[in-house]
């Protein structure tokens, strides 16, 4: 090869590693599926499938119940955080073959024929940062359970009052559609937190409207009268990924 096409050549090939090691990087920390809860009762599509559910307690009689259709054999894995120190909610978790080791306030409802495992808090819990989202979070409790009935399992997070997550599952995997709209739910996250939709999205939008400007005065110099549709197309992509970059950054220093 001439020496100019050989260096450009190899300039390729090493942006094409540079970009498999950052996606490399990037995958094990896609720990959950975040998810924000249905309300007082939520349905858990797989037991299995790590998810994290972005919760809030009402009050003090208030119970959020996540329910999962689980199989003998299969293990219940499940923990929760918070984000505010002094939010602590308990976990009880009911189902069939659930050794009953505690008993529950009267607005937990236990159904006929299950036992309850009741989950407290850690009086003084670990402060950590989550690089998925990214978060700090106080870690509260975990529960692992090997069940030994199929049937209809319930997980239940009450007591107190405020913001919780609560992790499900433990098979770190994504469809193609969550691929898509992870994003989309990570932002609903960021208002969950209680950030401003502003705050959200104004390094994106920024960052679009400054690349825009850019390219607008660069396309009348190179390509007066002509619209370059691969050229207009590739750099909005690359300009919402340079404003998600900004935004995950400044996520990193808020967290």
């Given at each position: 090869l001439p020496s100019g096409l050989f260096i450009r050549y190899m300039i390729n090939i090493r942006a094409c590693v540079l970009i498999l090691f950052i996606c490399l990087l990037?995958?094990?920390?896609?720990?959950?599926?975040?998810?924000?809860?249905a309300g007082d009762i939520t349905a858990v599509p797989d037991p299995l499938k790590s998810y994290a559910w972005y919760g809030t307690l009402g009050g003090e009689d208030a119970a959020d119940i996540f329910v999962l259709e689980m199989e003998a054999?299969?293990?219940?894995?499940i923990s929760i955080q918070t984000p505010d120190e002094e939010v602590r909610?308990?976990?009880?978790?009911?189902?069939?073959?659930?050794?009953?080791?505690?008993?529950?306030?009267?607005?937990?409802?236990v159904p006929v024929g299950s036992g309850v495992a009741v989950i407290a808090p850690a009086g003084d819990p670990e402060l950590s940062y989550e690089?998925?989202?990214?978060?700090?979070?106080?870690?509260?409790?975990?529960?692992?359970?090997v069940i030994h009935e199929d049937g209809t399992?319930?997980?239940?997070?009450?007591g107190g009052e405020g913001r919780y997550t609560l992790a499900t599952g433990y098979l770190e995997e994504f469809s193609a559609t969550e691929w898509i709209l992870v994003p989309i739910q990570v932002m609903?996250?960021?208002?969950?937190?209680?950030?401003?939709?502003?705050?959200?999205?104004?390094?994106?939008?920024?960052?679009?409207?400054?690349?825009?400007?850019?390219?607008?005065?660069?396309?009348?110099?190179?390509?007066?009268?002509r619209i370059r549709y691969p050229v207009w197309t590739g750099s909005i992509a690359g300009f919402l990924y340079i404003g998600t970059g900004l935004l995950m950054l400044i996520q990193m220093i808020l967290a």
């Open positions: 990037i995958l094990p920390s896609a720990a959950h599926v975040p998810e924000i809860g054999g299969q293990e219940l894995r909610p308990y976990l009880a978790v009911t189902g069939p073959g659930i050794p009953t080791i505690d008993t529950v306030p009267e607005y937990v409802r690089p998925f989202t990214p978060m700090s979070t106080y870690h509260l409790s975990r529960f692992s359970h399992y319930s997980v239940v997070v009450y609903a996250v960021r208002m969950w937190q209680g950030q401003s939709p502003v705050l959200v999205m104004a390094p994106i939008v920024l960052t679009l409207i400054a690349g825009l400007a850019w390219l607008y005065r660069r396309e009348r110099e190179v390509a007066p009268g």
